[in-house]
């Protein structure tokens, strides 16, 4: 385990490092000018030059991409404030550093992954299972024509439309906010859940076909087979035996996009205007604050990394068989 | 999903712009949104200057507001964080609005309960004594000023706050007055102060003066009669000389205003308490009813707008600064008579025109052309149409005095979707059909909607036309560069005061063009440049008013490198227990000083 | 239901994801398939299979439409790119703010579908050019993806060792791309290194730059799926057989191993495509996609997005053809599956 773990953590590092090498060297290929960005309005030639040799900007891309890295090491020092290792670079545009705008914004992502994951999970599993258990029934093809449908709604196709119907014409729901979970868990997850709703839409689909299929496939297998010959009831076989055979699939993609939402779901941030990491990571674009968006960037991958590591982990957790390289 | 397009990251060079006098009953003048003859009739009462006031005007407390409550917290709904918090860097009109409540000037508005401003002091105790013509200017600072962290305001913070405007890192905020202390023109006032005050060195007392604690002198070498309405722009607001940090300052600046900054989480929130230290009695314009602001950033203008013509629940009691009503939710707002009832609406200062780049197209005929086919009503239907614009015939914004009513020489008010026809003539008579016109555009949802349609018409006029994108949040960097690549681009400009001088010489002087100067258009023309300095001299406001239209005109008609396309109108909504609310016409948006929250 | 390699020498060995499976009830129902090859089985069983030919004759309408976009416009006598609220269009349509006048967003006998706002495009040609723009985009990028995918997996597979290793660590590296993210910071950027700063960027590159963006970040699971079964197959008889037998390498990817593919690709393939649609007008919605007064989808929804109170119209047709769109193709992708590997639970 321990041999794995420090294997796969010295993999995920090298391919940080490509990444970031990669998006560095990508930036420096935009044909605007970040020194122009952050020199404002009124831009004299003057104060570029200023704000250009304040960034560092006057040196070589490679001698800039060594500082980035070095920072992260032993922190930077920048006009503006200080910027302690782990220094992720300061923000072009606001006078602040790259690693405590992404903490002031994880939480707020992190609340929506962890709703919206349990929502999608319980539905989409469940609506599965449900399929699966009364397969070729009324009540199998309602469940997986809806699902299927409901999946197909984008979530820009349907986030204006669930705050149309239930906030501003109705006020069944109040605004979705962002209130931290610590201060008060009612109004955290009163505040998202419409958010976790829509959010869930895209996903729980895939987690009821993929179930419904596999639970299905597992129902075949000779040991559940066996089971039921032995006399099991169907109820005890299905729920005893064939959902474990579900479970590796479903950690598979649970793992990959638990991974892509905690970078942030940008399209529901900004529907929702909650201040996540996509909202973060947008504006940044928009204000091509390359700092941020090269953190930002940075900080989605660790967390894909790093569930994808954990997938593997589990998976030996769940079947024994399976042993971790 | 993208981020809404910038409606005032067009008008953001424009700065914190002077508007002027009184929309009358603005607070709430949308049972006529519709009507351009009434919005006309409102104009014509604003073309007159903002008169200064004297000591017992500049004496507080501001007069109570009828039937205001105290205390309350007002939620505020903002979509874009504030990139600057040092008075000094502070120019774009958000900062602006919030510069109103957290800092205090030498000079300020105040305006009466019709909407009426005049001119007065607010540190100090009158909107300034002139001398010598207008080349000496004194103020003397008012007892129990104080900042937040009680200590007194004295006139080293005063004489601080602008040497320190000289220093490099000072780089976003206005320059008139460095300018004028300088006599130079551009940013050679640096030379005068390189390393501001923090080298240990300080203007000579021959340019600024401070004789005691209380007094300050301005010494120019020309009549600066402009210098109170100066003084007011929140990017001359004090700075502590003990609490200044330089750079830092711009995330964490003292105050002196009735509030102060409890928490700020860049691009997130931020709140605004009441700062004790604030006495009433000094300030004769801000009233300062609620006792915190907590706002909200990210908040798209259609998500404010939808959450305030719901008026449910917290948003009752919600406010915006400068969120306005977006385009696509105006004409919900129209059948929407409830919802009408509680918005505020009025001019804005910025004036919206395509400025041709004269150092490309240089052939006369051709920018005449453009002129005739360009059709102006796509950027006003991108914008809401006529309630948030309202097209324009000449350069000089019906906020400021010198606005001529019906000035179209190219009968664009009648011909608003352009005249193809006529343009093609004149294009084949020059020989010039097919002309490539590089056309750079913003590129927000507004830009996407108004130029195909643009396009197209310069098309059928027979240009070759090259459109191309420019991201909205470097659009005038991009264009504010001498040698770029486009022939023409979409400008908004702002009179930082209710006066052209604010105007005409930083749009079409040609010996300001450099990189970044406003002068879009590269205009640079001999006429031109020596009247800016004969009317510089006129002291008779009405009448250079008159010559800098004449001018304005001369630009349009005669030069033909900038078209006027629009004047920019605002539209607020508010919660239905918000009080005491008014247009302000000085900052283009809800005037903040007086409202309070119903409880 | 493996019939043996032998009886199929051109390789039509089933094969299903999973590398190593139970064979569960080999040999029932061999005997009634004798004679039939494998294509026409799959043909058999799909056309059994009610769902998957409505879901197929929808599909077919759409890729119809997209075709034929240029002659419906002809017959319907409109083209999306007229502008009919400007000088030589029929301005006395809209409002002063730009609206259609007549209701339900300017519907008439004239304009079936309506008039955009401020545009004032036809919202009819408008939308069947944009599934043109759309269909075509993802058509491309498909193939693209489906091109990489089985050359790099194939060549992980087929050869294994360190070329393997490197495509291993190669995919890994694409998938740890925050793509959503990825491509909203980068579409400008390498646009931009493609137009000299005079012209107007020129539709064709816009679009070529979205597929080759997208394909490049979507050939993984492809690659990764291709990959598995190669290597399943490396080791099966009859690949053993035709190296023994002194086939070339390349003889055998393409005779032997290619037509095993076939399988796995067009299911994942069917899978993909409308997540290319719905990735694609995403781009457009956030602005780095196409821009106006290109027909598309994405925009199209960016723009109803904005304005669906007011014209509900607007919003409503694109959206309900999306929906429509993107259910009949899971369902096609569904039932092309089963109709491969009849094992697979319906």
Redesign the interface.
């Known amino acids: 385990m321990l041999r794995f773990l420090i294997r796969r953590t010295i993999g995920a590092l090298i391919i940080l490092l490509i990444l970031s090498a990669v998006c560095f060297f990508l930036f420096f290929a935009i044909p605007?000018d970040p020194a122009?960005?952050s020199?404002?309005?009124?831009?004299?030639?003057?104060?570029?030059e200023?704000i250009r040799r304040s960034l560092g900007l006057d040196d070589p891309v490679p001698v800039q991409y060594w500082n980035f890295l070095a920072g992260i090491f032993s922190g930077r020092s920048y006009?503006?404030?200080d910027c302690p290792a782990p220094c992720l670079g300061r923000?072009f545009?606001?006078?602040?550093n790259v690693l405590t705008?992404i903490q002031?914004?994880f939480p707020t992502t992190l609340s929506l992954t962890i709703g919206a994951a349990i929502v999608f999970l319980v539905f989409g599993v469940g609506a599965g299972m449900i399929a699966a258990w009364r397969r070729g029934t009324a009540l199998d093809k309602f469940v997986s024509g809806s699902s299927l449908v409901i999946g197909s709604l984008q979530i820009?196709f349907i986030g204006p439309l669930v705050?149309?119907a239930l906030?501003?014409?109705t006020?069944l729901f109040?605004?979705p906010?962002y209130n931290p979970f610590t201060e008060n868990p009612w109004k955290w997850a009163v505040g998202l859940i419409l958010p976790w709703a829509v959010l869930s839409t895209i996903f729980a689909s895939n987690y009821t076909r993929m179930v419904r299929s596999t639970m299905i496939e597992q129902l075949q297998e000779e040991h559940v087979r066996t089971a039921k010959a032995k006399g099991m009831s169907s109820g005890t076989v299905f729920f005893r035996y064939a959902w474990r055979g579900a479970l590796i699939p479903v950690v598979t993609i649970f793992g990959i996009d638990l991974g892509s939402l905690l970078g942030g779901a940008?399209?529901t941030e900004?529907?929702f205007?909650?201040?996540g990491l996509g909202?973060?990571s947008?504006?940044s674009v928009?204000?091509?604050d390359l700092p941020v968006l090269m953190g930002v960037l940075l900080f989605s991958s660790t967390m894909i990394i790093l569930m994808n590591v954990i997938v593997d982990a589990a998976y030996a957790f769940i079947d024994p068989r399976i042993r971790l390289s | 999903?993208?981020?809404r397009g910038a409606r005032r990251s067009h008008a953001?060079?424009a700065?914190l712009a002077a508007g002027a006098l009184a929309l009358s009953g603005c607070s709430s003048g949308s049972e006529n949104t519709?009507s351009q003859q009434d919005d006309k009739k409102k104009a014509a009462e604003q073309q007159a200057q903002i008169p200064f006031g004297d000591a017992k005007a500049s004496t507080g407390p501001a007069p109570e507001v009828k039937g205001a409550q105290e205390g309350g917290t007002i939620p505020v709904m903002q979509r874009d964080?504030y990139?600057h918090l040092d008075p000094g860097?502070i120019?774009?009109s958000d900062e602006g609005a919030l510069a109103r409540l957290i800092h205090r000037g030498l000079t300020g508005y105040k305006a009466d309960f019709k909407g009426k401003q005049t001119l007065v002091g607010d540190l100090a105790t009158d909107s300034g004594k002139p001398s010598d013509g207008g080349r000496t200017w004194t103020y003397t600072l008012k007892d129990n000023i104080k900042w937040a962290d009680g200590t007194d305001i004295t006139s080293k913070d005063v004489r601080h706050t602008f040497e320190r405007q000289f220093a490099?890192?000072i780089?976003?905020g206005p320059?008139y007055i460095q300018q004028w202390l300088s006599n130079e023109p551009?940013?050679g006032y640096?030379d005068m102060l390189p390393k501001g005050p923090y080298g240990g060195d300080h203007l000579p007392d021959s340019v600024l003066e401070t004789p005691d604690d209380k007094t300050i002198v301005f010494k120019f070498k020309e009549p600066k009669p402009d210098l109170p309405y100066a003084l007011a722009m929140p990017g001359y607001s004090m700075v502590s000389e003990a609490k200044d940090t330089q750079?830092?300052y711009?995330?964490d600046p003292m105050t002196a205003g009735p509030y102060k900054i409890e928490s700020f989480?860049?691009?997130?929130?931020m709140t605004l308490v009441k700062n004790e230290h604030w006495d009433p009695a000094t300030d004769s314009s801000r009233n300062a009813y609620p006792d915190k602001y907590e706002i909200?950033?990210?908040?798209?203008f259609?998500?404010s707008a939808?959450?305030l013509?719901?008026d449910?629940?917290?948003?009752k009691n919600s406010i915006s600064f400068t969120n306005n009503v977006?385009?696509?939710?105006?004409?919900?707002l129209n059948k929407d008579p409830d919802a009408q009832k509680r918005s505020v609406n009025g001019y804005q200062p910025y004036v919206a025109q395509m400025a041709i780049n004269m150092d490309r197209v240089k052939n006369k005929k051709v920018r005449e052309a453009i002129a005739y086919a360009l059709?102006i009503?796509?950027y006003q239907?991108?914008f809401?149409?006529?309630?948030g614009m309202e097209l324009a015939g000449g350069l000089i914004s019906p906020t400021v005095s010198g606005y001529e009513e019906g000035f179209d020489p190219f009968g664009k008010l009648k011909?608003p979707?352009?005249?193809?026809a006529a343009a093609k003539k004149i294009l084949e008579e020059a020989g010039e059909t097919g002309y490539k016109l590089?056309w750079g555009y913003i590129?927000t949802?507004e830009g996407?909607?108004?130029?195909?349609?643009m396009e197209?018409?310069l098309e059928?006029a027979g240009f070759d036309?090259?459109?191309?994108?420019i991201?909205?949040?470097?659009y005038?960097?991009?264009i504010?560069v001498v040698d770029n690549?486009f022939d023409m681009y979409v400008s908004a400009w702002g009179a930082d005061w209710p006066s052209a001088s604010t105007v005409v010489p930083p749009l079409y002087d040609g010996r300001q063009i450099?990189?970044?100067s406003s002068n879009y258009s590269h205009t640079n023309d001999k006429h031109i440049n020596s009247e800016i300095d004969r009317i510089q001299k006129i002291a008779d406001p009405a009448e250079a008013a008159k010559e800098w239209n004449k001018l304005s005109q001369y630009v349009v008609e005669d030069l033909i490198s900038n078209i006027p396309m629009t004047y920019y109108k605002q539209i607020q909504l508010y919660g239905s227990n918000i009080g005491g609310v008014q247009y302000d016409d000085v900052i283009g948006d809800i005037d903040l000083r007086k409202i309070y929250l119903k409880q | 239901m493996t019939s043996p390699s032998e009886a199929a020498p051109t390789g039509s060995e089933p094969t299903t994801l999973e590398p190593v499976k139970a064979e569960g009830g080999e040999g029932q129902g061999a005997a009634e398939y004798i004679g039939k090859s494998p294509g026409q089985l799959m043909w058999q069983r799909f056309k059994r299979d009610r769902a998957g030919v409505i879901s197929a004759y929808v599909v077919g309408f759409f890729v119809l439409v997209a075709i034929l976009a240029p002659l419906i416009s002809k017959l319907y006598g409109k083209s999306p790119y007229t502008?009919y609220?400007?000088?030589?269009g029929k301005?006395e349509l809209f409002?002063?703010?730009?609206?259609p006048i007549k209701p339900n967003g300017g519907i008439s006998g004239e304009f079936w579908f309506g008039l955009e706002p401020?545009?004032?495009r036809d919202v009819f040609t408008l939308l069947i050019y944009s599934i043109r723009t759309s269909l075509a985009i993802a058509v491309a990028v498909t193939i693209l993806t489906v091109g990489i995918g089985v050359l790099l997996g194939v060549a992980a597979g087929f050869t294994g060792g360190r070329t393997d290793t490197l495509i291993g660590r190669f995919t890994d590296l694409m998938l740890a791309f925050p793509s959503q993210l990825f491509f909203v910071a980068f579409m400008?950027v390498i646009t931009a290194l493609f137009v000299a700063?005079?012209?107007?960027?020129p539709t064709w590159l816009r679009i070529a730059v979205l597929i080759g963006v997208l394909a490049a970040l979507n050939w993984m699971r492809m690659a990764r799926i291709v990959r598995g079964v190669a290597l399943s197959m490396r080791e099966r008889e009859f690949v053993e057989a035709a190296k023994v037998s002194g086939a070339s390498n390349w003889r055998i990817i393409r005779k032997e191993m290619l037509p095993n593919l076939v399988t796995p690709i067009l299911v994942q393939g069917t899978f993909e495509l409308p997540l290319v649609v719905t990735n694609a007008a995403g781009l457009s919605?956030?602005?780095v996609g196409l821009?106006?007064?290109t027909p598309d989808w994405g925009?199209m929804f960016?723009?109803a997005a904005?304005?669906s109170?007011?014209v509900p119209t607007f919003m409503f047709f694109p959206g309900v053809a999306m929906v429509i769109f993107v259910v009949a193709f899971n369902l096609l992708g569904d039932s092309v599956r089963d109709a491969f590997d009849p094992k697979a639970a319906r």
């Open positions: 605007r122009r960005i020199c404002g309005e009124k831009c004299t030639p003057e104060n570029l200023l006009p503006t404030g923000s545009v606001h006078d602040e705008l002031d914004r820009y705050l149309w906030v501003y014409s006020g109040g605004d906010t940008i399209i900004f529907t205007s909650l201040p909202n973060l947008i504006a928009f204000r091509a | 999903m993208r981020i953001v060079v700065g519709d964080s990139a860097q120019y774009v490099e890192f780089n976003d320059v551009g940013t640096r750079e830092k711009d995330k989480k860049t691009g997130k929130s909200t950033f990210n908040i798209q259609e998500t939808e959450r013509m719901a449910k629940g917290v948003n977006d385009a696509a939710t105006l004409p919900k059709p009503q796509p239907q991108a809401g149409g006529p309630q011909k979707l352009g005249d193809p590089t590129n949802p996407q909607n108004y130029s195909p349609t197209s018409t059928e036309v090259q459109r191309k994108e991201s909205a949040e470097t005038y960097d991009e504010g690549e450099q990189d970044g | 502008l609220n400007s000088a030589t301005p409002d002063a703010l730009g609206y401020i545009l004032g400008p700063p005079e012209d107007a960027t919605f956030l602005g821009v106006n007064p925009l960016s723009r904005d304005v109170e007011t």
